[in-house]
């Protein structure tokens, strides 16, 4: 008989008794899930909870107790409080029999307070660092653990990952799944099995699947059921964690980088288990999907044992576009460590023979002329506007640029942001996260279509290919470079003409300065302006002519890792490439060291907003963010009937308006054309504070009185009055609360508000909150509210028999000049009420 025919069969009455009997609880069982054994929620009357554990059948003693004493010293060394509860009569462990004669194991332990991490909608950054940083405590506590119990065979050991695959992937119903399982299994085993013996080993939980995992706020608790433990890989249990989580993200591979940079803290990780991750990780989910078969042929009707098996069919496909090493570079650099480190001994032997190197173009770049062209986001040579960064258009600004500059050749930067990537192309990828590629590995040399190409170190014909997509490489040829010492690397040439293949294999030597193609026109070359794409690349990582030249700017120093800066190559001077523009975490240090605080920057994570353009802003990487938030550009950004408009307006007069000029005057006139008769006269003024403030003098001056009613929450400007009404001000932090002649009313919110949407009079309501106010306003007349407002003030600096002589003599101004109507004469008690010793003291 299998292992889940062993499984327990309680009831929860039946679990309620053995909570009862076994450690006097009256408390209510409820059933939770498990694969092999049973679980039942256990709380009593004073709120208490706990987990009563009753164990598969072919449960071994020592292994329950192995994974008792391994949960002890995580509670001492981790901090993960879950307290074995012993029996009443101080048994950490009993044996009961089921109606069937099974004989069953039964413990007990503290319920770990928290949420499933596999039952958040959301995993943060923070929280996905603090899952890894929670796995690397355990495995470092359990580092020195050993119990001869967990020296087992265990289908889920990934050290046996391969063996389960091969006997159970036949079961696999979907064929795709079942063929992503077979490449990923080929992979480890021609991968990463070599590496395995080199990989630490110590006794691991095993099982941090998303359901284990529990969650309370932002951090991890805990892990829960050390079922599953075995001694094997250390690495394996985060790869288990990293398996899980990374299930249903739109980008897997930047969580798993934050799970592993949490763990990297914690407790350091090897090289070779670096390099191990990616694949035991795939592994993992692999033996999932086979074991799931398996074990639904024998329990069709268990929905738990298939509670994951769809996320991970969505995900293979997603993993199998990583390439396994681009992996381990991206986990090498969240670990601080050098993304690509093969690249060391390339950059050092490219340095150390620049000299040697021939020119890729007929002028040697060393000494001729050129003109570094700035091809970033804020570039004005590149236009807001997709459709004027086409052909020819394009093309006539650069060679324009170059001309006026007197060169022959322009050169398009390394590692620089632009906005010129925006064919399909660029936004295809293994995320779905919108993030297009954007950041440049290459050196572009822009010059005359037809221009010869050189090899500038000698090599062999490594691949050549026609991509033509639009905006693709077009005709390319990649060149392989061996070092002494048996490394290698490679240069890339795109944008070439179609002859350039002509007479061309591979694995055709090429000497040193020989050509070897020509520069393609638009027509051929991928719809580019005519230049060069030079890019050096020390790991092809199997790509061939589909390697990138662009890439993500989240993966920026992964990337540049693969591909360094070919001006290794190129050797054109450093004095001509312009002065590097200030990174995001430069500008926002110069920001607080120059500008006030009143200044805040918005979003947990600044935004470096560099060009607009109609509904769009793009930061300082490319990234393009719908603008829904400024109420200024209601034309669109950078609109171009409005930027023509100011710069005929500035190249003709930059003045104010104590001159006369009828352009003033005519645009009054159109304001106007748009509003009823009665508003009929424009003030015109420069910021929504200077508007505010005009609006309240006009309405002091108009009405003779002070009081103004605010909404809550409310903003209306900067300035010392404006915060005064702005409850968004006043009430904030920093602020100093309300003047007694601000009133602030209820939001009409019919959404979250004391009066919904479904209530037919929630207008009415929330009217006859604010003509309450005004209803109080009218029977405290205004000098009387001012003396007491003055009040306040008066008695933090003033004597007790001071403070009465000036309250009287104050009483005696507000009868002289204070207005003498209706309800001024009524309401004098009031005052009155106020003075020291009063019947309010």
Request: hydrophobic share 40%; with cysteine.
């Amino acid at each position: 008989m299998s292992l889940l025919e062993h499984s327990p069969n309680f009831s929860s009455e039946e679990a309620t008794a053995l909570a009862r009997d076994l450690y006097g609880l009256d408390a209510a069982a409820s059933a939770l899930p498990s694969e092999r054994d049973q679980n039942f929620l256990l709380g009593d009357r004073s709120g208490a909870k706990y987990v009563l554990k009753i164990a598969n059948a072919l449960e071994d003693r020592a292994l329950l107790e192995a994974q008792q004493r391994a949960m002890a010293r995580v509670a001492e060394r981790a901090q993960c409080r879950q307290r074995i509860a012993p029996t009443q009569s101080g048994d950490l462990l009993t044996e009961i029999r089921s109606a069937s004669g099974m004989r069953h194991f039964v413990w007990m332990v503290d319920w770990l307070p928290g949420i499933p991490l596999g039952d958040l909608k959301r995993h943060s950054p923070e929280l996905l660092r603090d899952l890894g940083r929670r796995v690397g405590q355990i495995d470092r506590a359990l580092a020195d653990f050993d119990h001869p119990a967990i020296h087992r065979y265990f289908h889920w050991d990934l050290a046996n990952g391969l063996n389960v695959i091969r006997e159970y992937e036949s079961l696999i119903a979907d064929a795709e799944t079942r063929r992503l399982v077979g490449k990923f299994a080929a992979e480890f085993e021609r991968d990463v099995a070599p590496i395995l013996p080199r990989l630490r080993k110590s006794a691991i939980h095993n099982d941090a699947n998303d359901y284990n995992v529990i969650v309370a706020g932002q951090s991890v608790a805990g892990l829960i059921d050390f079922g599953d433990m075995i001694y094997s890989f250390t690495v394996a249990d985060l790869a288990v964690a990293t398996a899980y989580a990374i299930l249903n993200k739109p980008d897997p591979l930047a969580a798993a980088a934050e799970i592993v940079k949490g763990y990297h803290a914690e407790y350091a990780l090897t090289d070779d288990e670096l390099a191990a991750l990616f694949g035991l990780a795939r592994l993992r989910l692999c033996m999932s999907v086979c074991l799931g078969a398996h074990q639904r042929r024998q329990r069709p009707e268990d929905d738990y044992l298939s509670i994951s098996q769809r996320p991970i069919r969505d995900t293979l496909p997603k993993l199998a576009q990583i390439h396994p090493r681009f992996a381990e570079a991206v986990f090498r650099h969240a670990c601080d460590l050098p993304p690509a480190p093969g690249a060391e001994p390339v950059i050092e032997w490219l340095r150390a023979s620049a000299p040697t190197f021939a020119s890729v173009l007929r002028d040697d770049l060393r000494s001729a002329p050129c003109l570094v062209l700035d091809f970033s986001v804020s570039s004005l040579l590149v236009s807001g506007d997709e459709r004027e960064n086409t052909e020819p258009r394009l093309s006539e600004r650069i060679f324009g640029a170059m001309a006026e500059s007197g060169v022959e050749i322009g050169v398009g930067r390394h590692d620089e942001a632009g906005m010129l990537y925006t064919s399909p192309l660029f936004a295809s990828g293994v995320a779905s996260t919108g993030e297009r590629r954007t950041v440049h590995l290459g050196i572009d040399l822009f010059t005359e279509a037809g221009s010869p190409v050189f090899a500038p170190i000698e090599g062999e014909v490594y691949a050549f290919a026609h991509n033509p997509a639009p905006l693709d490489y077009g005709h390319v040829i990649i060149l392989k470079h061996r070092m002494p010492g048996g490394h290698a690397f490679h240069t890339l040439y795109g944008h070439l003409s179609a002859e350039s293949f002509e007479g061309l294999s591979v694995g055709s030597p090429v000497a040193k300065g020989e050509k070897i193609a020509s520069l393609g026109s638009p027509g051929e070359n991928g719809g580019w302006t005519p230049h060069l794409h030079f890019q050096l690349i020390t790991d092809l990582l199997d790509s061939d002519c589909d390697f990138p030249g662009v890439c993500r700017a989240s993966q920026r120093e992964v990337w540049l890792g693969f591909s360094p800066d070919p001006n290794l190559i190129l050797g054109i001077p450093e004095d001509r490439f312009p002065a590097r523009e200030p990174n995001k975490a430069e500008t926002l240090a110069a920001r607080h060291r120059r500008l006030g605080k009143n200044l805040s920057v918005a979003y947990r994570e600044p935004v470096k907003i560099v060009r607009g353009w109609m509904q769009y802003l793009f930061d300082d990487e490319g990234r393009r963010h719908l603008d829904a938030y400024n109420n200024v550009p209601h034309v669109g950004h950078c609109h171009p009937r409005v930027v023509e408009a100011v710069r005929r307006q500035m190249a003709t007069l930059n003045t104010n308006t104590r001159y006369l000029h009828d352009l003033i005057n005519q645009y009054a006139d159109a304001l106007c054309a748009t509003l009823p008769e009665s508003l009929s006269v424009c003030f015109f003024v420069n910021s929504g504070s200077e508007a505010n403030e005009l609006a309240l003098r006009l309405a002091r001056a108009h009405t003779g009185r002070r009081d103004m009613i605010a909404l809550e929450a409310a903003y209306h400007g900067h300035t010392n009055s404006m915060i005064d009404i702005s409850p968004y001000k006043h009430g904030g932090p920093g602020g100093t609360g309300a003047p007694a002649w601000v009133h602030a009313a209820p939001i009409p919110d019919v959404y979250r508000g004391p009066h919904r949407r479904d209530d037919p009079q929630a207008g009415l309501k929330y009217a006859r909150q604010v003509i309450e106010i005004i209803e109080r306003l009218r029977q405290l007349p205004f000098v009387s509210r001012v003396l007491i407002e003055q009040r306040t003030h008066l008695e933090k600096i003033v004597t007790q028999d001071g403070l009465a002589r000036m309250h009287d003599g104050l009483l005696v101004l507000r009868q002289r000049y204070g207005r003498q109507d209706d309800d001024d004469r009524n309401n004098d008690h009031q005052l009155e009420q106020s003075k020291p010793g009063g019947s309010e003291q």
